[in-house]
């Protein structure tokens, strides 16, 4: 990422006197049918009462509004799960109460992540109407026989009538991508990737597949039924993915996450900056005022518990400045702008070398992994390879 960009993208000094944004998630958990690589808190249920659901959502909604008065919105994310399936009148809802409990920044950026089916293109148009001005399409291949392989409903030229349909309904598109499949080749994934470049869009999100526990790839890897690619082949995908988005003008701003500058996901940053995010929603997790909250995760216990207490949460946890600081370290160090350290210890109210390990900082600095001027650390490109080997060694 070269510096003009970095400074497009680095954290804004709030205003003397101006309340900070605060980010919203909105948790949908039901998908027509859960993805082999899936470890996300999803769910298959035959049959849905969406106004039982719309009525959930507002109530757990209003309980978060009345511990987080006074500060707007500007950010919401409906995540899930596949949020495209629900109505467009159930969005409008949300959109409104939230709107009517916190109030709206004037350029508050409104996400929701689509599957790119025919059935839920349909409704791009009604919930651009409903409000959403930002989608996240999740395409994750170019390619018929690693769609099937990833377990994806659509195939290709589904997916890219729904993508001409999104840009055309969206002010902003963002399209995911899967990559470092078994037998990839950095040939095909060359291609792959320009041909998403191709397609315009101003950010994109590209996932190197890992096996997770609990999933059904992980269930075959077990058993020895599932291939997997060799770590060398791995790692040169990742540095070919890094040079030819940035030479594409969509860099890398997180170690997944390419944008034109101006264009980074505003509500993903809140999460990595370790500013306030509120969560609703099946399992949703939030960060307001030091606590670390979390919601009911199967979806009938959350139903459940917001019919009973009119919220579903399970747990308010409060976060030590240490364990905040490191939380904010573990997020941050993943973006190309880095932490300021100064401004975390002032926020924390915890001294620098409580939260890293300057040793491990002069090591890693000579190997040329990461780079610490005045008081922001920054990890470099060749650091990003082996990130959690990095935060394991310089974070308290």
């Not at 990422?1 to 804004?12: F, G, H, K, T």
């Not at 689509?114 to 989608?135: D, T």
Request: contains cysteine.
């Amino acid at each position: 990422m070269r510096a003009s960009d970095l400074d497009l993208c680095r954290d804004p000094s709030p205003q003397s006197g101006e309340e900070e944004p605060l980010a919203l998630y909105v948790h949908w958990p039901f998908c027509v049918s859960k993805c082999p690589y899936c470890d996300f808190n999803s769910h298959v249920r035959a049959e849905i009462d969406e106004t039982a659901w719309r009525d959930a959502l507002l109530a757990d909604l209003a309980h978060e509004a009345e511990l987080t008065p006074g500060r707007p919105l500007g950010s919401i994310f409906f995540g899930g799960g596949t949020p495209s399936l629900m109505a467009p009148a159930t969005v409008a809802a949300v959109l409104g109460a939230a709107e009517r409990h916190w109030g709206f920044a004037s350029d508050i950026e409104i996400t929701l992540e689509a599957n790119p089916s025919s059935v839920e293109a349909a409704k791009f148009g009604a919930l651009a109407k409903a409000g959403i001005n930002r989608v996240s399409l999740g395409l994750q291949a170019l390619d018929d026989a690693a769609l099937r392989f990833l377990g994806r409903a659509h195939d290709v030229a589904e997916s890219l009538a729904a993508l001409d349909i999104a840009q055309a309904a969206f002010a902003r598109v963002s399209l995911d991508l899967i990559y470092a499949r078994p037998d990839q080749t950095e040939t095909s994934w060359r291609a792959e990737l320009d041909r998403a470049l191709r397609f315009g869009t101003e950010h994109l999100s590209l996932y190197q597949l890992t096996i997770e526990p609990g999933t059904h790839f992980a269930a075959l890897a077990g058993k020895g039924r599932l291939p997997t690619l060799d770590i060398d082949t791995a790692a040169n995908l990742f540095e070919l993915t890094r040079a030819v988005t940035a030479a594409a003008g969509i860099p890398a701003y997180e170690i997944s996450n390419h944008a034109r500058p101006g264009a980074e996901s505003r509500h993903n940053l809140a999460y990595w900056r370790y500013r306030d995010y509120l969560g609703v929603g099946p399992g949703a997790h939030g960060r307001r005022g030091g606590l670390a909250t979390v919601r009911r995760k199967k979806p009938e216990n959350w139903l459940a518990a917001v019919a009973r207490n009119g919220h579903g949460l399970e747990s308010e946890t409060p976060l030590d400045p240490a364990t905040r600081a490191m939380e904010a370290l573990l997020m941050g160090l993943r973006l190309g702008e880095g932490v300021d350290l100064a401004a975390l210890s002032g926020r924390l109210g915890l001294p620098i070398d409580e939260m890293v390990d300057a040793r491990a900082i002069d090591e890693l600095t000579g190997h040329g992994l990461i780079v610490r001027e005045r008081d922001r650390l920054t990890v470099r490109e060749p650091g990003m390879l082996v990130l959690d080997g990095i935060l394991g060694e310089i974070v308290r």
